[in-house]
């Protein structure tokens, strides 16, 4: 009840809409067509000329919208929003070594970023060590290398870990580069209950998208799940997951993929605490999500109000949260890479400007805003900074971030918002038949729906039936102009020895029997099926490192070999 | 249509892989599906190969051409191990095409290496299939030859 349009006032409009859609709109098509007979969002929904109450059926306000702060928190997780606090700007950065991440983090910080957020080398990001064969090539290029506690110390050399907060983007390691985190907190003397951030932490997506996986399926969730399980006991400001729609999205799914697939992550997940036997109320709170903010403007911030109902609603009504506080649905946001064009770059300072000022509409928590230069390589201080120079103009220059929701109430908006989350129920409903998410990604489901949706769109680009700016319309030819893109320039292989000779510098000042026994119970509690979490911590103050703690656990649980889905 | 008929007396096979660490590996398989749909035999290794797995591959397999997708940056390393062992394996002759987060300046530096081909981001699905099969068709050409 409660409809926002009466009936009669609909009718109304149904009736003048079908008049002007037969006596105006053909006058117009005769003397110009449109540029389109198939307009439709990024992901594929159709748009229609024009939208007005009549979309809105039976749309009831309270019921769908409410207020900020409120059941189901459409509009806003927080009652004052940006009114009272911006989102926090957390630039993922890192790059070389310790060193060079620690100078660029403090320049980021001196610029005005208000959170930290670290992006981890590949061998990092895998749990191998840089004096291991498949390091070979590839320490501290696309993120900053820290395979011991020592090199997390100097990461954050002349940081207060008691005054910022850091993101983590790592999965399967998350246990160890968590444990390093703590462990130097601890010795900069920050109390458990004042060491805030996130670890990623979320390994279904790893399957479906991101593809950093060690571990198989089901003891990479066991995992994940340990760390929330200690973590809510022992970090109370820490978020022990992100639950990720970034990746899956970066891998060519649709809006709604990217929705109904995160969430359905988060399904499985609640279930897996929940058969721990955690109430549901003691870790719902600290579950944190991360999107994706793609360039179709309306469609991203209809997605993230999308996304706030249906969570609200999944974890009251399915789940029987009690505290508003479970209901909510907390995100970080990143500005599409996959949008940024190699041609003409300094075009996607504007592509990542569009997608931010979505992210913002759509009530993110925190933003990253990707640099003009990454279609190349990690971005230089430059580029950085003209990111984050981006929030800040959205911040205090728009005055978007001064009414709360400023999107609500447009048909469009509405409309879509609705679409989208209508779609995005079906998704679920079909990975709950399959027994959940983690049977659906051993089945391979959403890997295909994701590979078809990449090819889908790639096709779309190749036909022109989708326009990049510099890629299919408006081309240059320009090789010369991107050969003076001022790309960040640094010494890969100086850095790679350099942290060969730091590990191996551990390796041989430790003190081995503390060492060798803390592997011992580490893989002893694996084996034993306990949550490793204590283990790992113990193992890193023994001054294990990243890759002989990931080895061990390898040894207990098997490492992953993914079926070619194409 | 003017091959002669050895050269397409079966598909083109492509080896598609990727090499290091990184997993993107969105490009590597829209690319194997465009092969496939354009009638080459596609075997795509998957991620996380070495380049000693990838020239092995590409020896059983008998492969006409290897791609190569890498969004690491670790492209040079990579490129020059998998040049050298491809050598070692007497099997330099199957041209070797690279494509990803590949900054311009170093397109030269791969080509130096032995690449035949350099495909940046936003680069066509047809020129890619395009530039495979004529480097297809002429290895095939040069193995009948010899």
């Known amino acids: 009840m409660g409809e926002l349009y009466n009936k009669d006032e609909v009718e109304k409009i149904r009736k003048h809409i079908d008049k002007w859609e037969s006596d105006v709109v053909p006058q117009w098509l005769k003397r110009v067509p449109e540029r389109s007979n198939n307009f439709t969002t990024l992901s594929g929904i159709p748009i229609k000329r024009v939208y007005t109450p009549a979309d809105l059926n039976n749309f009831d306000y309270e019921e769908k919208l409410g207020l900020p702060g409120e059941y189901p928190f459409t509009r806003g997780i927080h009652a004052t929003m940006y009114r009272a606090r911006l989102w926090t700007m957390r630039m993922f950065s890192g790059y070389g070594g310790p060193e060079e991440t620690n100078r660029r983090l403090k320049f980021l910080i001196e610029h005005g970023e208000t959170g930290l957020s670290l992006a981890f080398d590949y061998p990092t990001l895998v749990g191998v060590d840089p004096d291991d064969p498949m390091a070979e090539g590839e320490v501290g290029i696309v993120g900053v290398s820290v395979p011991t506690v020592v090199d997390m110390e100097v990461v954050f050399n002349g940081i207060d870990m008691g005054s910022v907060t850091t993101n983590m983007t790592i999965n399967p390691p998350a ?74 999205r970066e891998a060519g799914a649709t809006a709604v993929q990217e929705l109904a697939f995160t969430l359905a992550d988060g399904i499985e997940y609640v279930r897996q605490l929940k058969a721990r036997g955690l109430d549901v109320d003691e870790f719902a709170p600290r579950l944190s999500f991360f999107f994706d903010a793609h360039i179709n403007f309306f469609e991203e911030t209809a997605k993230f109000r999308a996304a706030r109902r249906m969570w609200a609603k999944i974890m009251r009504d399915w789940f029987g949260a009690k505290k508003p506080r479970s209901w909510w649905l907390r ?88 679409q989208i989350e209508e779609e995005a129920w079906k998704y679920i409903d079909r990975i709950e038949r399959m027994g959940g998410m983690l049977e659906a990604v051993k089945k391979g489901f959403p890997q295909r729906e994701v590979a078809d949706a990449a090819y889908r769109f790639q096709k779309d680009v190749e036909d022109g039936r989708r326009f990049i700016v510099g890629v299919n319309i408006f081309v240059e030819n320009e090789v010369e102009d991107i050969r003076k893109v001022p790309l960040l320039e640094f010494d890969q292989k100086g850095i790679e020895e350099r942290q060969r000779k730091r590990i191996a510098q551990v390796r041989s000042s430790r003190d081995q029997q503390r060492w060798s026994r803390a592997l011992d119970e580490l893989r002893k509690a694996a084996e034993r099926g306990d949550n490793i979490m204590p283990y790992v911590l113990q193992a890193v103050k023994a001054y294990a490192t990243l890759g002989e703690i990931m080895n061990t656990l390898k040894e207990v649980y098997g490492t992953y070999v993914e079926p070619p889905i194409y | ?143 009948r030859l010899l």
């Open chain 1, 175 to 248: 246990p160890v580069l968590l444990s390093f985190y703590v462990a130097v907190a601890e010795k900069q003397g920050v109390p458990y209950n004042k060491i805030g951030g996130t670890t990623q932490n979320d390994p279904l997506k790893e399957f479906i998208a991101q593809k950093s996986y060690v571990f198989p399926p089901e003891p990479a969730v066991k995992v994940a799940m340990d760390l929330i399980e200690w973590s809510v006991k022992n970090l109370p400001l820490w978020n022990p997951i992100s639950i990720s729609g970034y990746h899956i």
């Open chain 2, 1 to 143: 249509m003017s091959s002669p008929q050895y050269i397409e007396e079966r598909p083109f096979k492509v080896i598609v892989a990727k090499i290091g660490l990184d997993g993107h590996d969105r490009g590597a398989k829209v690319i194997a599906r465009a092969l496939k749909d354009a009638g080459f035999e596609v075997v795509y290794t998957g991620i996380r190969q070495t380049p000693e797995q990838v020239a092995r591959a590409a020896v059983e397999e008998d492969a006409d051409v290897i791609g190569i997708s890498i969004l690491s940056g670790a492209h040079i390393h990579h490129i020059q191990r998998l040049m050298e062992k491809l050598k070692e394996m007497g099997a330099d002759d199957i041209p070797v095409v690279v494509g990803g987060t590949i900054p311009v300046i170093d397109v030269d530096k791969l080509k130096e290496l032995g690449v035949k081909d350099v495909f940046l981001p936003g680069e066509s699905l047809r020129r890619i299939t395009d530039v495979i099969r004529t480097l297809a068709e002429e290895r095939r050409r040069k193995v």
């Open chain 1, 331 to 418: 995100f970080h946001t990143q500005t599409a890479g996959v949008s940024l064009t190699a041609q003409q770059p300094w075009n996607n300072i504007v592509r990542t400007a569009i997608e931010a000022l979505a992210a913002v509409l759509g009530g993110t928590q925190s933003l990253h805003t990707n640099s003009f230069d990454e279609p190349f390589r990690v971005p230089s201080e430059f580029a950085a900074k003209i990111a984050l120079r981006t929030q800040q103009i959205i911040a205090y220059e728009t005055g978007v971030a001064d009414t709360i929701d400023p999107l609500a109430g447009s048909y469009y908006v509405e409309w879509l918002t609705d």
